[in-house]
């Protein structure tokens, strides 16, 4: 009988089609675990520069006091190192950041730490040279002074994280919504195929077989 290579022809494509729906879905699945599981990464890392940045200058100010009260040279050379890693690391990270807005933010963060290291290591030669009379409020108030731009511009920065990473949830929750649309859709093409395949299955074998039975 002629037609039975073109049902069995059309009955592979279909059941090939039916493999290709089904790795579709699988590979589908397996991105949405991975977004879900980047969520919580992405929620406690990727919007808190601001607050590194904050901490980190409030602990430099904190090294230079106590290098004014106790003349310790471990604490120029701890506040030599910190501060040379966190300039590092704002340069790193002012092409992470993921709007315009925060990497402005974090050039002129850059800027102003370049000002307050520049200050603030003056202020520790003067001192140096003022001799072991410690005088921390004079201290403290000239490194508050110091790091007041910085930690300005940090608040900013902190309002366009928030701003930043609502943007990011929604369009993230979005994408979330359209893949999980795509695997149910993939799930409803795969039923059909596998119906289809049944009925080229039936007209292709069954069905012939039947009628030469009843012939």
Same mark, same amino acid.
């Given at each position: 009988?002629n037609?039975?290579?073109?049902?069995?022809?059309?009955?592979?494509?279909?059941?090939?089609?039916?493999?290709?729906?089904?790795?579709v879905g699988?590979?589908?699945?397996q991105?949405?675990?991975?977004?879900?599981?980047g969520?919580?990464?992405? &929620? +406690?890392?990727g919007?808190?520069?601001?607050?590194? !940045?904050?901490a980190?200058?409030?602990?430099?100010?904190e090294? #230079? %006091?106590?290098?004014?009260?106790?003349?310790?040279?471990t604490?120029?050379?701890t506040?030599q190192?910190?501060?040379?890693?966190?300039?590092?690391?704002?340069?790193?990270?002012q092409?992470?950041?993921?709007?315009p807005?925060?990497?402005?933010l974090?050039?002129q963060?850059g800027?102003?730490f370049?000002?307050?290291?520049?200050?603030?290591?003056?202020?520790?030669?003067?001192?140096? &040279? +003022?001799?072991?009379?410690?005088s921390p409020?004079l !201290?403290?108030e000239?490194?508050?002074n110091n790091a007041?731009? #910085? %930690?300005?511009?940090c608040?900013?920065?902190?309002?366009?994280?928030?701003?930043a990473?609502?943007?990011?949830?929604?369009?993230?929750?979005?994408?979330l919504?359209w893949?999980?649309q795509?695997?149910?859709?993939?799930?409803?093409?795969?039923?059909?195929?596998l119906?289809?395949?049944?009925?080229a299955?039936?007209?292709?074998v069954?069905?012939?077989?039947?009628?030469?039975?009843?012939?």
């Open positions: 009988m037609f039975r290579p073109r049902s069995y022809g059309y009955a592979l494509a279909t059941v090939l089609l039916v493999l290709i729906v089904g790795w699988r590979y589908t699945w991105e949405l675990r991975y977004l879900y599981r969520f919580a990464i992405v &929620q +406690a890392n919007f808190h520069l601001s607050e590194h !940045v904050e980190s200058v409030l602990s430099l100010n090294t #230079v %006091l106590r290098f004014d009260l106790r003349r310790d040279p604490d120029r050379s506040f190192k910190e501060s040379q890693e966190l300039q590092q690391w704002i340069r790193t990270h092409t992470t950041v993921s709007t807005e925060e990497r402005e974090m050039t963060i800027a102003a370049e000002v307050f290291l520049s200050q603030t290591t003056q202020l520790m030669k003067e001192r140096e &040279q +003022a001799g072991a009379t410690p409020q !201290v403290l000239r490194l508050e007041a731009p #910085v %930690l300005a511009l608040e900013k920065l902190k309002a366009a994280e928030r701003l990473q609502t943007q990011f949830m929604k369009d993230s929750h979005h994408a919504g893949m999980q795509l695997f149910i859709g993939l799930l409803a093409l795969l039923v059909v195929l119906g289809t395949a049944a009925v299955l039936y007209h292709g069954i069905g012939p077989l039947r009628v030469e039975l009843d012939e």
